[in-house]
């Protein structure tokens, strides 16, 4: 079965700092893609990252970047220098090819707080 | 460019009326999804398009039926509403792969 686990329901970081979000996954097909989506207090949802699971570097966008270890089946998000606006529910989402384009499955979220 | 729109953005129900909740986008996007969220979980998916006339269903599709008689709009009726049924509500459009998401309608069934 296809899963996703956030096993942080809430983090906080100082201002400036760089933070780790946690994602695990489990699948047993070979190609598949994760997502970071942001949710802030306004509830739309931001694509911030991708990473598919052949790539061979790591994705980065920005203050953004995925620390991919495939063998651990692990997807974590890397928030650098974190700002007060950062703020907001963070979800890890997987696809694979089995589930099609469409399918996404989601983590139940990462709750983070920015401290000034 | 809109992107990806839903109306209404806020609803409230009674038990056993029916409604649409509509998803438009501008982006001639092939795919499109519709996801419920609830509190303290992430989003789960009702139905999806691969493209106009073809439907399936996700993975909590009871209660709910779809239909794309177009590339651009894909409603989500609400046959019989149940208090179950009080979620927000994202609409999604894809090409190849990132889903992009509408703002969401928050509904309430009492």
């Known amino acids: 079965a296809q899963k996703i686990t956030q096993t942080q329901p809430g983090m906080f970081v100082q201002e400036k700092e760089a933070v780790t979000l946690d994602c695990t996954y489990d699948t047993s097909d070979p190609s598949y893609g994760l997502f970071w989506y942001k949710q802030p207090s306004s509830g739309e949802m931001i694509f911030l990252i991708y990473?598919?699971?052949?790539?061979?570097q790591n994705a980065t966008e920005g203050r953004y970047s995925l620390n991919f270890q495939k063998a651990r089946k692990s997807a974590n998000l890397v928030i650098s220098a974190s700002q007060l606006g950062d703020s907001a529910m963070y979800f890890c989402a997987m696809r694979s090819i089995s589930g099609g384009y469409n399918k996404l499955i989601f983590g139940a979220g990462t709750r983070l707080a920015v401290h000034p | 460019n809109a992107g990806v729109t839903q109306t209404p953005k806020f609803q409230v129900l009674k038990t056993g009326q029916s409604m649409t909740l509509q998803c438009a986008q501008d982006m001639n996007h092939e795919y499109m999804s519709w996801y419920r969220q609830d509190p303290g979980m992430g989003l789960r998916l009702i139905h999806y398009s691969v493209g106009a006339g073809i439907t399936d269903q996700g993975e909590v599709p009871n209660g709910y039926n779809v239909s794309r008689s177009t590339t651009e709009d894909f409603p989500l009726r609400l046959l019989s509403a149940a208090p179950s049924q009080t979620s927000v509500y994202f609409c999604?459009?894809?090409?190849?792969?990132?889903?992009?998401f509408g703002p969401g309608t928050r509904l309430l069934v009492l």
């Open positions: 999604a459009s894809s090409r190849e792969g990132t889903q992009y």
């Open positions: 990473q598919g699971s052949y790539d061979q």
